[in-house]
């Protein structure tokens, strides 16, 4: 079956560094990707999605391309903020647009001033 | 509502008894999840309804869980005999049902334990 492997966590970062959160696949047919986002407190927010192969979401300068030969939808951002520190989950979705979400297990993110 | 609602927030149970937890999609969204998150973990897929019907069961671990949708609206999740091992936060989504993008939104969950 399909399957989300994140990156082992938590991440802690000081305030401008770059962001890199790995997010690799095991999967058939032509899924789709996103990147999804718990705050403290909040439920699950979508901060971006691909849908095809070389696909680039974007999205408060966020970024992640689907990469299909690297099995691969690592999240990046240029410069974190205090306000980034949140819970994020990297999810595949079957072929098909009403199909299950698969999610890898998340990784805490916590940005110093 | 704005949102998917998810009510109680929390539910404090004994081992043993039956508990219904309550998911209110967003509206004219045909498409309705729940989903298991674990402490720790990433969410994990329970059942998927199109409309009333359930399109995808695939992810109840076994016959204590069982999910309604009967009008095409709300959503029970309904857990008998509850196990120690069942605490954990229940999550709903709803989805236009359409073709296209399709994107699921989620509510804040419902923090099940079970003493």
């Known amino acids: 079956g399909n399957s989300v492997t994140q990156m082992e966590g938590p991440v802690t970062l000081s305030e401008e560094a770059f962001l890199t959160i790995n997010c690799t696949y095991t999967?058939?047919?032509?899924?789709?990707f996103f990147w999804y986002v718990q705050y403290p407190g909040e439920g699950l927010q979508l901060l971006l999605k691909?849908?095809?192969?070389?696909d680039k979401g974007s999205n408060k300068g966020f970024e992640a391309t689907y990469r299909k030969e690297t099995t691969s939808f690592h999240l990046e951002k240029g410069s974190v903020q205090v306000s980034d520190s949140a819970v994020y989950f990297c999810?595949?979705?079957?072929?098909?647009?009403?199909?299950?979400?698969?999610f890898g297990k998340g990784i805490t993110l916590s940005v110093r001033p | 509502g704005a949102g998917v609602s998810q009510t109680p927030s929390n539910k404090v149970t004994e081992k043993g008894k039956y508990v219904e937890l309550r998911c209110d999609p967003i509206?004219?969204?045909?498409?309705l999840y729940w989903y298991r998150q674990s402490l720790g973990q990433g969410p994990e897929f329970l059942i998927y309804?199109?409309?009333?019907?359930?399109?995808?069961d695939s992810g109840l671990p076994n016959d204590r869980f069982f999910a309604v949708r009967p009008e095409g609206s709300v959503s029970t999740l309904k857990i008998q005999r509850t196990e120690r091992g069942d605490s954990a936060v229940y999550l709903c989504?709803?989805?236009?049902?359409?073709?296209?993008?399709?994107?699921?939104?989620f509510g804040a969950g419902t923090r099940l334990s079970v003493l």
């Open positions: 509206s004219g969204h045909t498409a």
């Open positions: 691909a849908t095809k192969a070389d």
């Open positions: 999810a595949l979705r079957d072929t098909g647009a009403n199909s299950k979400l698969t």
């Open positions: 309804f199109q409309g009333t019907g359930a399109a995808d």
């Open positions: 989504a709803s989805s236009p049902g359409t073709s296209g993008e399709n994107i699921q939104y």
């Open positions: 999967a058939t047919g032509y899924p789709s």
